[in-house]
Structures are given as structure tokens and as C-alpha cells.
């Protein structure tokens, strides 16, 4: 992680903890929001007005925060808008690395996008970043911002047909959100680094008793939240795609896997026919992302199975 603007080596074992080995995740320092007219967002300062091309998107595609971000981006048609790259999947001795000098920046690792945007940073450098080229700096590194914003943000540069976050729904999202964050895109999380006994049983019992509600909400609906595709499915397939191949075995989350669940298997398949949700997941990259987390999986050795139909869909069509 960045210590005042400096990589500091050990940043590995440098994980949160609540004191009790429970796994205790950063919040994102960079706040702003595009808006169409420039204005402040909820949060942050203003000046980062909706614009073709203005505007870029740094993601891993082992990272389920900023895979949110990436299928936003393709369900309200901003590809043509928002430039995207992306990092090597494995994180190397100084986190995110580019396999070629990043474009715009010149930059080599990602902490270096966050030391341009603030020379005295202290924090760890994720994705998703959302940078702006005109004002070289991070708008925000907060992916639930990032896809409101480019659910809301863009106007008449984005897809209006579509709407992730509708007035009328959003309680009930708001609600859910809350759930499934805890329990299930943060529960595997909490599972995978606990370092007590004690605080990944919690973690394990979370996210089988969401995994278990999600079942039983998804007999007879084909989406979480009234009867449209809204943000908080986009939130709960990032990190069913990639439960079965990573949190099963690397985060011990192995009661059942996706497979095992019929409505949430039907329903995962169901999201990836969407255009927008497949063209986001690349398999090897979160396999082999994933398992070199030397933390975790000291030798490196990347699993070869296993043999789930969805997941070999998504690994067939890449090939082709
Ligand atoms: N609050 C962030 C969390 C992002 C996050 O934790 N990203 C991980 C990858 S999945 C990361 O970049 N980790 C590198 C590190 O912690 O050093 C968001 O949702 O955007």
C-alpha cells in the first residue's frame, strides 16, 4: 500500500483487521462524481462534467468491484465514452501492474495513478479507479459511486432506456444492497482473510445463509428487485460468476457451490445471455488473479478444476 505517497514493501500482510481476525475492508479515498452538467455529486467536489472521452476507467478483471463497474459501463452503452484498460491479473511486489506503460500516464503500477492524482497518498491502491485525462486526476475509486454514475451521470451520452437504480425501486435496492454486501460480495471476502477460527465461521455462515435467501427470492423471479435488471444484480453476479472458481477453494466458502443451487445457477445463466454481463469475465485472469494472493496460496499453484457448465460456457466462448 501507499504510505505518504511511497510504496511501502510489505503491504501484503498489511490486510484491516477488527482485533478479532476478521477481515476489515478500506474505504475508497476519491469521492467525486461526474454529473452532465459539472455540478458536486452526493459526496466530494464538483467539476467533472459528462464527456465523451474525457474521462477513463482502470479495472482488474479478477476484481469483482470493478467488474460492476465494467458490465454498467456496457448496459448503458458508454464503451464508446469511457476508455477502459486493464491490469495483469496476478498482483505483483508493488500491487496492479500494467503490462505495458499505461497510455496516458506513463505509469507502470496503479499506485502510481493514485500518487499522481494525490503526491502524499496514504492508502492501498485499487481498482476500480475512474480517472479524468483533462484534470489528470481520480475522480472517484468507489465502484457502488462509479456505477451510479454511469448509470445517472452521463446523460444524453448514455443508453436512457435503461435504468439500474429507478426512483421507484430504490428502497427495496438500498435494502438488498446491504444484505448482500455483507453476506456475500464482502462476506467471501471476510471468509477468505479471516485469521481467527472464530471469525471465518461468521463469515461462513453469512454467506451461506445469503446464498440460501437469494434461492429461495429467486423461485418464480427473474431478477432481485421488481421485475427489471437493476444494479443490485450486477452486484450479486460478480460474485456468483466467480464463486465456484475462486471463493469455494481459495476463501473456503465450500458448503455447496453455485452449481449446487438451481435457482441461482438458472439465474446466473440467465445473466450471462445478457449482453453486457459475459463480455466481463475472463476466467483465467480471475483464477489465476485469485490464487496468487501469496497470503492465502503461497506456492501459486493455480487449481485446474473445476467442472461447473456455466463456467465452461463463458471459458468455450473466449476460446472461440
Ligand atoms: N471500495 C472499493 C474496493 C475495491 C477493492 O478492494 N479492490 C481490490 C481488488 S478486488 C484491490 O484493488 N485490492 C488491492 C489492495 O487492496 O491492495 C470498491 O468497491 O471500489
Redesign the pocket.
Known sequence: ?LVNGKWAAD?QPV?GTDGKGGFV????GFRNWITPDGSAGPTGDGGFAAEAGRYHLYV?L?????S??LVARHLKRLEKVVSVSVVEPA?SEQ??RFATPDADTGARF?HEIYTLAAPGYTG?????VLWDKQRRTIVN????D?VRMFNAGFGALADATVDLYPDRLRDAIDALNDGLYHGLNNGVYRAGFATTQTAYEQAFHDVFDTLDRLEKRLAGRTFLVGSQLTETDIRAFVTLVRFDVAYHGLFKCNLRRIADYPNLSAYLKRLLAIPGFRETVDIDHIKRGYYSIKALNPSGIVPLGPDVPEIAEVERRQAA
Do not use: F, K, Y
Open positions: 500500500m503491504w490486510q475492508r478500506e474505504s475508497a482488474a479478477i476484481c469483482p468491484w470493478a460492476r463497474t498482483l500491487g496492479w496503479m492501498r491502491a485499487t481498482v476500480p475509486n468507489e465502484s457502488a462509479i
